[in-house]
């Protein structure tokens, strides 16, 4: 069975400083997805970024970056610039051959002036 | 609506009885999932439901819940004889047949179920 840590349970960062959040996931499958997933207070889960395990080339998204490390089992987020409204409960998420989201229990990311 | 919609979005119940939570996922989504998230515990998968096969039940706690998906479209998540650890917020997400590869899964705003 896969498995998500997300060993961060908060986070804070100051307005326009650099945020890294971590995500180390355990699975046997070499083809496989992982994700990170933004929650803010309304509980609408949002995508953030998504990373295939067989590209080497780390995602970008704007302001949001990963890290992916394959052999390490590592997938890490990196926030730009953070901004308040980047507030809110982020997820790492993985899906391999069986279809279903795995989450991580997520890292409460903090934003202040 | 074109979202995914979940009711009730809030539930409050006294242990032993039965609850239903309703998903009603996004037109032509064939895929759809239900998961329960609890403070500090992630979110937790339940079900997953795509077009006629067999649903993936593997998440599912324990025989007091059951879920359906009627016409491939609706679906109803029960709990009987809740007990005060079944309070979270349960969440429902829908996706066309291959969208979670692509991490295309829409997700409802969940309902909070409360058991006294």
């Known amino acids: 069975a896969q498995t998500v840590t997300q060993s961060q349970p908060e986070m804070s960062v100051q307005e326009a400083e650099t945020v890294t959040l971590s995500c180390t996931y355990d699975t046997s499958e070499n083809n496989y997805y992982l994700f990170w997933y933004k929650q803010p207070p309304s509980r609408q889960m949002i995508l953030v970024i998504r990373q295939e395990a067989y590209k080497q080339q780390n995602a970008t998204e704007n302001r949001f970056s990963v890290n992916f490390q394959k052999a390490a089992k590592s997938f890490s987020l990196k926030i730009s610039d953070s901004q308040l409204g980047d507030t809110a409960m982020y997820f790492c998420?993985?899906?391999?051959?069986?279809?279903?989201?795995?989450f991580g229990t997520g890292t409460r990311l903090q934003v202040t002036l | 609506g074109a979202g995914v919609s979940q009711s009730p979005s809030n539930k409050v119940t006294e242990k032993g009885k039965d609850v239903e939570l309703r998903c009603d996922p996004i037109s032509g989504h064939t895929a759809l999932y239900w998961y329960r998230q609890s403070l500090g515990q992630g979110l937790e998968f339940l079900i997953y439901f795509q077009g006629n096969s067999a649903p993936d039940k593997s998440g599912l706690p324990s025989d007091r819940f059951s879920a359906e998906r009627t016409g491939g479209s609706v679906s109803t998540l029960t709990i009987q004889r809740t007990q005060q650890e079944d309070s979270a917020v349960y969440l429902c997400?829908?996706?066309?047949?291959?969208?979670?590869?692509?991490?295309?899964?829409?997700f409802g705003e969940g309902s909070r179920l409360t058991v006294l």
């Open positions: 998420a993985f899906i391999g051959t069986a279809s279903k989201l795995t």
């Open positions: 997400a829908s996706t066309p047949r291959g969208g979670a590869y692509t991490g295309e899964l829409f």
